[in-house]
């Protein structure tokens, strides 16, 4: 039925919590900081980081160049160490992407039936790709942790594209970028909003995966295929793949 198979990633294949708002959160991430010999008092911080993401993300905004523009942390955290003076490397603005998030971490894990559902696309040939509303310095130590990297045929971060879902720009750049047939090609994921609604904008047949406690029908459902329960499983019974 389908050849392409693209998958959300944070609360679809991953099960994620973090913390990157709170007090503590800060306080851990200013006492880390010490440690590397970059000094801030959190409060500091906190408002140095809160106010930079925000002008970057309104500027992105104002430039109207996508209908949901996503904008590239590393320069946030770029400008947020020059204040204090520090000018720093790539190289060192990443790790310290790379920690900010790690530091944040409550949760990391697959879903139960993740790999069960990759797995089973795969020896049936499919195609799998990834098309994730993140940041590639936050993302990708978590894609390498989880091990599910080599499972994708292609993978798309919405920091990367300088787009994001329901932004029917991002479903192009995947299909363009991979040459997939949209006729031949699904969106799973649990978001309506920035999934289901995103591809349906881009012509692409929607999967629902469930990720309530209760799910309840929508009246004109803007997906194809659900998971009332959040099965992945059911994405290959549902599409004709067998599971086993």
């Not at 590397?36 to 408002?47: A, E, I, P, R, S």
Request: hydrophobic share 35%; aromatic share 14%; charged share 25%.
């Amino acid at each position: 039925m389908y050849e392409n198979y693209i998958f959300d990633l944070y609360g679809t294949l991953i099960d994620i919590h973090t913390d990157e708002s709170s007090k503590n959160f800060f306080k851990k991430y200013a006492k880390w900081l010490r440690k590397q010999g970059l000094y801030f008092d959190w409060k500091h911080f906190y408002k140095l980081y809160t106010s930079i993401e925000r002008k970057y993300r309104d500027n992105a905004a104002q430039a109207q160049e996508t209908s949901n523009p996503e904008i590239q942390i590393e320069g946030v955290f770029y400008d947020v160490f020059a204040a204090k003076g520090y000018v720093l490397t790539e190289e060192q603005i990443k790790d310290l992407c790379e920690s900010f998030r790690r530091i944040s971490l409550i949760t990391l894990r697959l879903f139960p039936d993740t790999i069960a559902c990759l797995e089973g696309l795969k020896r049936a040939g499919k195609k799998i790709y990834l098309l994730s509303n993140a940041q590639r310095s936050f993302t990708w130590q978590e894609l390498e942790l989880t091990g599910i990297v080599p499972y994708f045929d292609g993978i798309l971060i919405s920091s990367d594209e300088r787009c994001m879902k329901p932004d029917v720009r991002f479903y192009e750049i995947c299909c363009e970028r991979y040459h997939l047939d949209k006729a031949q090609s699904v969106m799973i994921g649990n978001e309506l909003k920035s999934d289901m609604a995103g591809a349906k904008a881009a012509g692409i047949d929607g999967f629902y995966i469930n990720r309530y406690p209760v799910f309840r029908e929508e009246p004109n459902p803007l997906y194809r295929y659900v998971s009332p329960k959040g099965s992945l499983v059911e994405v290959l019974v549902q599409t004709g793949v067998s599971p086993c």
